[in-house]
């Protein structure tokens, strides 16, 4: 995984887009919309923007020193669960945070950056379907 293209890849969304908390969300309740009525109380989207930003801070964490990232991860994946959130949906959310990203940089959105989000995903998809944060301790993680 290239931690570069990644950073490169969300510091021109940032650039690009002041907030992305709202584009994030259309997409996530188009392909989800049976998860837009559990934000019914989210209705100045504080909430969903702590969540992004806690997303960006976990990929931050993960492509770097991954001091928190992975348990955070498997953590939250038994959280939203007691919210209803099935682990399906749960794991497809750094899927929309990057196609965001994608669709917000456009043309800037290289075939090594696709590779590096790629590879970003998959190993992000062990810890959430992986939950079980004993069982993965040594586990080998995929590259």
Request: with cysteine.
């Amino acid at each position: 995984m290239n931690a570069e293209l990644i950073e490169r890849s969300l510091e021109l969304a940032a650039e690009r887009c002041e907030d992305l908390t709202p584009l994030v969300y259309a997409r996530l309740f188009a392909d989800h919309p049976q998860m837009e009525a559990m934000f019914w109380g989210d209705t100045n989207w504080a909430i969903r923007g702590e969540m992004l930003s806690k997303v960006f801070s976990a990929i931050l964490d993960f492509i770097g020193e991954r001091l928190y990232a992975h348990t955070l991860i498997q953590t939250e994946v038994v959280n939203h669960a007691g919210y209803d959130v099935p682990p399906d949906v749960f794991r497809v959310f750094f899927g929309t945070v990057a196609a965001t990203v994608r669709e917000v940089i456009g043309a800037d959105w290289t075939p090594d950056i696709d590779q590096a989000w790629t590879d970003l995903l998959a190993q992000l998809d062990f810890y959430v379907t992986h939950p079980n944060q004993a069982e993965t301790q040594g586990a080998p993680v995929p590259a």
